[in-house]
């Protein structure tokens, strides 16, 4: 599944951080590609068998304007919560093709323009799952952009620290079963945000990655279509799993739903029915008009002015009379 990772692997090669005034600005690529395999200029995809040590070097370019440093390491590669290859942070411990891999060198400093070439090997585990694996080679430039501090209304500020990452992928092939198998183990109802959710858990049990097409067709109890939804899979990796956010049109009252799921990858089509519920404590209530805002209160001293202001113009007009009456009086 060597274009599952295609457009991703450009993006990761060659947009490296923008090289702003003064900063440098790091690029990865293979040194070497196999020509039938337009993909492996921009990553790695290397043929490989348990017990192997593969050789192989990448080069790094500054492209910036300044001379700058670069922090090298390897990372392993995961699926992202929308789908998509997406890889681990330099902490996270590595159990894949980043524990295979061994960099000739762990930091470059380059001129503006320079580049050099790293080697690196891969010595893949005796005893390993066949399919495809997925990890990465990391340049992180050691140079901060944006620390800068941002104050508060009260005194108190935080620092904003910007780190570039550039990241080339090593994929490794290795001989044995390919299985496309994807399983979906449930669903529930929830929020991203102001937005009603549908939250399908998917997981790629096979040894292959793939990319895949769905449907989602939402029914309430009286058996009335509610929500038609589609949606497609970016690179889903194997033995991953991930909740799915599948965003819905409409807000969703309590009730129970039935949610009856396709999902087309490779040769295979996964069909099944949900039942999910949403009580009506957690219910994700349909919008409605704001209703209209309730009288103020007021307190008994602010209720009798009226009154007083009524007593007090009658009072003054009773006088008024009788001081006409009066003057009218012969004498």
């Known amino acids: 599944m060597?274009?599952?990772?295609?457009?991703?692997?450009?993006?990761?090669?060659?947009?490296?951080?923008?090289?702003?005034?003064?900063?440098?600005?790091?690029?990865?690529?293979?040194?070497?590609?196999?020509?039938?395999?337009?993909v492996t200029q921009s990553y790695f995809v290397l043929p490989a068998r348990p017990g192997q040590v593969i050789q192989s070097e990448f080069r790094i370019t500054?492209?910036?304007?300044?001379?700058?440093?670069?922090?090298?390491?390897?990372?392993?590669?995961?699926?992202?919560?929308?789908?998509?290859?997406?890889?681990?942070?330099?902490?996270?411990?590595?159990?894949?093709?980043?524990r295979w891999l061994r960099l000739g060198v762990a930091r470059v400093t380059l001129t503006p323009g320079e580049s050099r070439v790293v080697p690196f090997r891969v010595v893949v585990p005796t005893h390993v799952r066949p399919g495809d694996h997925l990890g990465g080679i990391v340049a992180e430039n050691l140079?901060?952009?944006?620390?800068?501090?941002?104050?508060?209304?009260?005194?108190?500020?935080?620092?904003?620290?910007?780190?570039?990452?550039?990241?080339?992928?090593?994929?490794?092939?290795?001989?044995?079963?390919?299985?496309?198998?994807?399983?979906?183990?449930?669903?529930s109802f929830g929020r991203m945000g102001a937005y009603p959710t549908l939250m399908l858990a998917l997981r790629n049990t096979g040894t292959v990655m793939f990319k895949s097409r769905g449907t989602v067709r939402l029914t309430n109890a009286k058996g009335v279509v509610?929500?038609?939804?589609?949606?497609?899979?970016?690179?889903?990796?194997?033995?991953?799993?991930?909740?799915?956010?599948?965003?819905?049109?409409e807000n969703l009252p309590s009730g129970v739903y039935l949610a009856?799921?396709?999902?087309?990858?490779g040769a295979h089509?996964?069909?099944?029915?949900?039942?999910?519920g949403v009580a009506k404590a957690n219910a994700v209530v349909r919008s409605v008009a704001p209703p209209p805002p309730a009288p103020v209160a007021t307190t008994r001293k602010t209720s009798m002015l009226p009154w007083i202001v009524g007593v007090a113009g009658a009072m003054l007009g009773l006088v008024g009379v009788l001081a006409a009456l009066r003057a009218r009086r012969p004498r």
């Open 226 to 249: 509610v929500e038609r939804r589609s949606f497609s899979l970016d690179t889903f990796l194997p033995r991953t799993g991930i909740g799915y956010p599948l965003v819905l049109h």
């Open 269 to 276: 089509v996964l069909r099944k029915v949900l039942t999910i």
């Open 143 to 187: 140079a901060v952009d944006g620390d800068t501090a941002v104050g508060g209304k009260k005194g108190g500020s935080f620092r904003i620290r910007v780190r570039h990452l550039t990241i080339v992928a090593v994929q490794l092939a290795l001989p044995g079963a390919r299985v496309e198998r994807l399983a979906l183990t449930g669903g």
């Open 62 to 98: 500054n492209a910036g304007t300044a001379t700058g440093t670069a922090l090298l390491y390897v990372v392993d590669a995961t699926t992202g919560m929308t789908s998509g290859a997406v890889y681990l942070s330099r902490t996270t411990p590595r159990r894949d093709v980043g």
């Open 2 to 38: 060597t274009r599952a990772l295609a457009f991703a692997a450009v993006i990761l090669c060659w947009s490296a951080a923008p090289a702003l005034a003064g900063n440098s600005s790091f690029a990865l690529r293979p040194v070497t590609y196999t020509p039938s395999n337009p």
């Open 260 to 265: 009856a799921v396709r999902i087309a990858y």
